[in-house]
């Protein structure tokens, strides 16, 4: 009897066991703050479109891994010419996109070059500038010829500006996209959530999860209360402000503070009165007590930046203490700019809760030192169109999550209206250079003269809060890209 008790408790175990894992969840409900004006990556500047589509809808030649590292995706593999200038790309073959028509060089070379023409939209065009021609050898392989070498062409060419889409669907892609990815879009409820599915036809290795649902809830609140009622199994970056050690004390979630590329700042107009009077900056820049910023923010999680640059880049110089918090100074320079008595001006703040609880923190300093700010809530296309677009303000608050964007303070006719010659010399070399360690001293260069030139107030970088079921598996814990890649996620029961 004993050994029957025994072998039958085994079975019940065994049976358990068993049970749990054929009944592993193959849904996810993943809670994102924006909801993207749009799903096509290679026409918009919102990371809200890379955090739904990359990876899972879309692809490109290369992708970035969750390391930061470059990885083979449509082209398994590539040669490099000698001068530096040839790259050869040998596709994928047995690849199709959703819509059913084939992958091929083709699709690359017109992706490619509908990227680099003159009335291109996509928000990235200087990831494109060195190409000189797109070359189709055969079906499986196609050349790209550049004007000059450029050590960052296959990591530019993960970015989710560069993934590949086929002439048949470009035109759908803000609506229906159509990938080549292990996900395919099923639905999109206007201002509630974006489902994918699983992709059965996917060239690659099959996706765990059979369909994801990413749910905007930009209120913080909500999502606490979303996420302890399960109605969301998982936020890749939660606001979850005072609540957040109330998560961190429940067994039933995973809380993970990674990072992000996202350079939080204080954007100034710099083509704008009082804006382009460098004193003025300066003044700005000490004002701001960033420990007070971050403590507000980002509950404490953000990391400080004095540049335009993450403090995880092995390049990263720390400027921080260019302009430390000195008030006394910041008035002696607004005094010597003839504004002794302050102004008035706007503060245009985009919907996430850093953008809001940071301008609140920001204006409130800035009164200190007798600058009046007018602050203007803005939903977020309304800011891409305003700010972003227009340069119709004076000052915002945004994080800026390209990973190693600072070349954008060398564009021409760019929001922050921004021009130093220095600098775009320094970056016109960094573009043409190889070598590791010369590229970091050119980027050090970088740092400084933006840092210098107090282009912006340079805040923090943005803290990754993941909050997660703590039954799942495979989301990333740090972003070196604008993405949540759901493609090695799963529950463990």
Do not use: C
Not at 286 to 298: N, W
Request: hydrophobic fraction near 40%.
């Amino acid at each position: 009897m004993k050994r029957f008790s025994t072998m039958l408790g085994a079975a019940m175990v065994l049976l358990a066991t068993s049970t749990a894992a054929l009944s592993a969840r193959t849904d996810l409900v993943l809670g994102v703050v924006l909801e993207p004006p749009h799903l096509d990556p290679t026409a918009g500047a919102a990371a809200a479109i890379d955090e739904i589509v990359y990876a899972n809808i879309f692809e490109g030649l290369t992708r970035i891994g969750p390391s930061g590292q470059v990885m083979p995706a449509l082209a398994e593999s590539w040669e490099i010419s000698e001068d530096g200038k040839t790259y050869t790309f040998h596709l994928r073959e047995g690849v199709t996109f959703h819509d059913g028509t084939t992958f091929d060089a083709e699709d690359v070379k017109f992706t490619l070059e509908r990227a680099m023409a003159e009335d291109s939209t996509n928000a990235q065009k200087s990831l494109f500038a060195a190409i000189e021609t797109v070359e189709v050898v055969d079906a499986a392989t196609v050349t790209v010829k550049l004007a000059h070498p450029q050590g960052s062409f296959l990591y530019n060419m993960g970015w989710g500006d560069a993934v590949i889409v086929a002439p048949e669907s470009e035109l759908e892609n803000r609506e229906k996209p159509v990938g080549t990815g292990p996900f395919k879009f099923h639905r999109w409820a206007k201002g509630s959530a974006v489902t994918l599915v699983a992709n059965p036809d996917y060239w690659g290795e099959p996706v765990a999860l059979e369909k994801v649902e990413f749910r905007f809830i930009p209120d913080a609140a909500a999502s606490v209360t979303a996420l302890l009622s399960g109605d969301v199994h998982a936020f890749s970056n939660m606001q979850a402000g005072d609540a957040l050690p109330q998560i961190e004390a429940d067994p039933r979630f995973k809380v993970v503070i990674g990072s992000t590329e996202g350079e939080t700042i204080l954007a100034m107009n710099n083509g704008k009165a009082p804006f382009d009077d460098i004193r003025v900056r300066k003044a700005i820049s000490h004002a701001l007590d960033r420990e007070e910023i971050i403590l507000g923010a980002t509950a404490g999680n953000g990391v400080p930046i004095g540049s335009h640059f993450s403090p995880a880049n092995e390049a990263y110089v720390d400027l921080t203490g260019t302009y430390p918090h000195d008030l006394d100074k910041a008035k002696e320079l607004l005094a010597e700019a003839g504004l002794a008595d302050g102004f008035s001006a706007t503060l245009k703040l985009p919907p996430p809760p850093y953008a809001r609880d940071g301008g609140e923190i920001i204006a409130s300093q800035l009164r200190e030192i007798g600058i009046q700010l007018e602050i203007v809530p803005m939903e977020w296309a309304q800011w891409l169109e305003q700010v972003f677009s227009n340069k119709d303000y004076d000052l915002t608050v945004i994080s800026h999550t390209e990973p190693n964007d600072i070349e954008i303070y060398a564009r021409d006719d760019y929001y922050f209206n921004y021009d130093n010659p220095e600098l775009k010399s320094v970056m016109a070399e960094l573009d043409r250079t190889a070598d590791p360690a010369k590229r970091n001293e050119l980027y050090g260069q970088a740092q400084r003269i933006i840092a210098e030139d107090a282009v912006n107030g340079f805040l923090f970088q943005l803290p990754k809060t993941g909050v997660w079921d703590a039954r799942i598996e495979g989301l990333w814990e740090n972003s070196p890209i604008q993405a949540n890649d759901l493609t090695k996620v799963r529950w463990t029961e």
